[in-house]
C-alpha cells in the first residue's frame, strides 16, 4: 500500500476528489417541482407489472390493478346446447387454448379460447357435471392442437396418456427463459403477448376455485378467461420462439413427455414408515442431549446454542479463539467460518455436529410426518420448471435433499419402503457429468480412462501427482476427485483450496497440472465461455439454453459466476436432459411391458422403483438397457443397479 501510494499519489488525489460529496453545484431547484402527486396509477401499475416489483404491485387498490388488461369478452355459457356446440366447433380449429380450473380433489370450471375476441367459461352446476366438463377438456386435448397453461395439474381430472399431444405453454415459456421464478398467466402475457393483466392473486386472493367462484364470480370468471385467452394467444408465439431457439425437439421429446412421468411417479408417492420415522426422532433427539451437554462443558457454560449472538460471544469472546468474524450485529458463525475452524477446535466440530442433527430431526424426523398422507405414503411434488440448469426439483417435501454423509443421516433412508412384499430398486448414473464432459470435450485421455472403465479418480490422481497408480493413496484420489468434480463446476483455485483446507497455491498447482494432462478440456471450458459471452447463454448437447446476463456484468465476481456457469450448464444441463430422457422411456417400457413396478422418485441422477420379487431380474435389465443407452456418448453411460427392503439397502 506504501509503494502504491508513492508511485501513484495523483490517483489518489483523483480518487479523493472523485468520491467527494459536491455542495456548491449550480442547479436551481424547486422543493414544489419535486412534490410527490399519486403514485397508484394504471400507467404505474402497468410498470410494476412489467418490471416485475411484485409486492409493490400489490399495494395498489383492486379497481387499478382489476382495470389492466385487454378488452376481451368473458361470456359465461349456461345452456346446454349453446355448450355442445362450441365444443363442437372447438374441435375443428386449428388452434386452441384452455384451462381446466379445477383442484382438491374437485373441478369448478373449463375456460375454452379460439378467437382474438375473448374466452367461454363452464361453470360446474346443473347439467354441467364434473365429469361432463372434465370429459370435454379431454376430448379438446386429444385434438392435438390445445394448449395449456399448466397441464399436469389438470392430470388427476383428464385420463391422458403419452400419446395425447397437449401442450404445455408454462413449460414453454420456463424454457425459453429459465431464470424467472414464475410462469403464471399473467407472467405470459406480460412476456410474450406484451400485455398488462391482473394475476390470479389481484382476483381472487388466496380463495380456493370453489370459493372464489362462490362468493367473487365476476372476478373468477375473468381469472379463467384470461387464462385461456393467454393459453390461446400466446401458443404459436411460443411455437415460434421455441423453433427459432432451436428447442422444438427438446420440447416436444423431453419436456412434454415428462409432465405425464412426474405425475404419474407423484401420484404413486413413497411409503414411510411413520413409527420407525417416530424413533428415528427418537435417536437424533438423545444425541442431541448429549452433544448440547458435551458443548456447555467444554465452554464452561450453560447457553442457547441456536443463538448466533451467544454463541459468537462465548467462542470469540469468551474462548478467545482467533478468526472470528466481527459483523454489525456481533460475531459471524455461519457455517464456512466454523468449519476452517473446526480441524483446531474440537468444540466447534460439536457444534457443527449439533446442528446438523437439529436440522435432521426438525426438517425429517419431525418435518416429514406431516406429509404422510391417510394412505400412509408422501406424494412430492417434482418440478419442472423451477431450476435454470433444467433440473428436475422436489418440493413438499424436498426429498432430494435426504442427506448421505452422516451415518444418522443415511438412516432416515430406512423408513421409506415400496409397497408391502414389494422390494425397493435404485437406479444411479455413475458419474455422469464426468462423462459427459469428456464427451463434449473430446479429450482423449478422459474418453480412454471411461472406455477401459478404470477408476477415473486415482486415475486422474496418478496423472496429476506424476506417480504410479497402484501407488495412488486414499487422500490422494479423495484430492483428485474434488479437482474432476470442480472442474465440471467451474471451480477456481480458492474454492478448491477451501473445500480441501489446503493453500491457494497448492490447489492451483493442482489445476494446473489437471490442465497439463487434459488439454483439451481446458480448451473446451474457454470455448465454452468465449461462445458464451458472444451470444449470451451456454446450450447442452440437446439445445437446452440458459441466459447468462451475469457474463456482460461490469462488477467482476458476477462475471466470475456467469464464466463459471457458462462452463458448467453444457455439462449439468446435458446430464439433466439425459435422465429425463431415459426417465420417460423407463415410463414408458413399464406401461408397454406390463411391468407391475412403479417408478416412485428421482434424485438427480438416481431413479427408485418399487419392484415385485417376481420382477426384480426383468426390471433390472429394463432399467440398466433403457438408461445406459437413452443416448450414444464418446464414452459408455454406467448405470448401478441395487436392491434392498429399503431406501438405505438399496443405495
Not at 208 to 224: L, V
Not at 465 to 490: C, D, M, S, W
Not at 512 to 527: I, K, M
Request: aromatic letters at 8%; charged letters at 25%.
Amino acid at each position: 500500500a506504501k509503494k502504491a501510494l508513492e508511485e501513484h499519489r495523483d490517483l489518489a488525489e483523483l480518487s479523493l476528489k472523485l468520491a467527494r460529496i459536491c455542495v456548491d453545484a449550480p442547479i436551481e431547484f424547486s422543493m414544489a417541482d419535486a412534490k410527490l402527486e399519486n403514485l397508484y396509477t394504471p400507467e404505474a401499475y402497468e410498470c410494476m407489472k412489467r418490471l416485475e416489483f411484485k409486492s409493490i404491485a400489490a399495494r395498489f387498490g383492486e379497481g387499478i390493478r382489476n382495470e389492466g388488461g385487454p378488452e376481451k369478452q368473458f361470456v359465461l355459457v349456461e345452456d346446454f346446447s349453446e355448450a355442445d356446440a362450441l365444443f363442437e366447433k372447438a374441435k375443428k380449429e386449428d388452434h386452441i387454448g384452455m384451462e381446466l380450473l379445477a383442484e382438491n380433489g374437485s373441478v369448478t370450471a373449463l375456460a375454452l379460447s379460439f378467437e382474438e375476441t375473448g374466452s367461454y367459461i363452464f361453470l360446474v352446476g346443473g347439467f354441467m357435471t364434473e365429469s361432463y366438463i372434465a370429459g370435454k377438456y379431454e376430448e379438446l386435448c386429444r385434438t392435438g392442437h390445445a394448449w395449456v397453461l399448466d397441464l399436469k395439474h389438470s392430470l388427476p381430472f383428464a385420463k391422458l396418456s403419452y400419446g395425447d399431444t397437449v401442450y404445455d405453454a408454462g413449460v414453454a415459456a420456463y424454457l425459453l427463459n429459465p431464470l424467472k421464478d414464475t410462469y403464471g398467466y399473467d407472467d405470459i402475457a406480460r412476456d410474450v403477448l406484451g400485455m398488462t393483466v391482473p394475476s390470479k392473486t389481484d382476483l381472487i386472493k388466496k380463495m380456493s376455485y370453489k370459493d372464489a367462484c362462490a362468493k367473487e364470480q365476476d372476478n373468477f370468471t375473468r381469472m379463467a378467461g384470461l387464462m385461456a385467452y393467454t393459453a390461446f394467444a400466446a401458443g404459436k408465439p411460443l411455437s415460434e420462439r421455441l423453433a427459432a431457439e432451436g428447442m422444438e425437439d427438446l420440447y416436444r421429446n423431453i419436456e412434454l413427455p415428462l409432465i405425464y412421468t412426474l405425475f404419474h411417479m407423484e401420484d404413486e408417492g413413497i411409503a414411510v414408515r411413520r413409527e420407525e420415522l417416530t424413533a428415528y426422532g427418537g435417536k437424533l433427539k438423545k444425541q442431541i442431549a448429549v452433544l448440547e451437554k458435551e458443548i456447555w462443558e467444554m465452554t464452561g457454560q450453560e447457553f442457547n446454542i441456536t443463538s448466533p449472538k451467544q454463541l459468537g460471544e462465548i467462542l470469540f469472546e469468551k474462548m478467545q479463539i482467533k478468526g472470528g468474524k466481527k459483523t454489525k450485529t456481533g460475531y459471524s458463525t455461519a457455517a464456512d467460518v466454523l468449519e476452517k475452524l473446526a480441524p483446531d477446535y474440537p468444540v466447534i466440530q460439536k457444534i457443527l455436529d449439533y446442528r446438523q442433527y437439529t436440522k435432521l430431526n426438525s426438517t425429517y424426523a419431525d418435518g416429514l410426518g406431516t406429509y404422510i398422507k391417510e394412505d400412509g405414503r408422501i406424494h412430492s411434488r417434482f418440478n419442472q420448471t423451477i431450476t435454470a440448469t433444467g433440473r428436475i426439483s422436489s418440493t413438499e417435501p424436498n426429498l432430494q435433499n435426504i442427506p448421505i454423509r452422516m451415518e444418522l443421516g443415511r438412516e432416515i433412508r430406512k423408513v421409506f419402503v415400496p409397497r408391502d412384499g414389494f422390494l425397493f430398486l435404485d437406479a444411479d448414473y455413475s458419474q455422469i457429468e464426468l462423462r459427459v464432459l469428456a464427451h463434449m470435450s473430446g479429450d482423449e485421455r478422459l474418453i480412454e480412462a471411461y472406455k477401459t472403465a478404470q477408476d477415473i479418480h486415482a486415475i486422474t490422481a496418478s496423472q496429476v501427482f506424476h506417480i504410479p497408480l497402484n501407488e495412488v493413496t486414499p487422500l490422494q484420489r479423495r484430492n483428485a476427485k474434488a479437482v474432476n468434480f470442480g472442474i465440471v463446476y467451474g471451480q477456481q483455485a480458492f474454492g478448491l483450496a477451501s473445500s480441501l483446507g489446503i493453500g491457494f497455491k497448492e490447489a492451483q498447482e493442482m489445476i494446473d497440472r489437471y490442465f497439463e494432462v487434459h488439454p483439451r478440456v481446458r480448451e473446451y471450458l474457454d470455448e465454452t465461455v468465449a461462445e458464451a459471452k458472444e451470444t449470451g447463454y451456454a446450450v447442452t448437447m440437446f439445445g437446452r439454453k440458459r441466459h447468462i446476463p451475469e457474463l456482460r456484468a461490469g462488477n467482476a465476481v458476477q462475471r466470475g459466476f456467469g464464466e463459471r456457469t457458462a462452463m458448467n450448464h453444457p455439462m449439468q444441463g446435458s446430464a439433466a436432459d439425459i435422465i429425463k430422457l431415459a426417465m420417460n422411456e423407463v415410463a414408458r417400457r413399464l406401461a408397454a411391458d406390463g411391468f407391475e413396478s412403479k417408478l416412485m422418485l428421482q434424485v438427480h441422477d438416481e431413479l427408485d422403483f418399487s419392484v415385485p420379487r417376481e420382477e426384480l431380474e426383468a426390471l433390472s435389465a429394463m432399467v440398466e438397457e433403457v438408461m445406459g443407452g437413452v443416448v450414444e456418448l464418446k464414452v459408455p453411460l454406467v448405470v448401478d443397479v441395487q436392491s434392498g427392503a429399503n431406501w438405505a439397502q438399496a443405495h
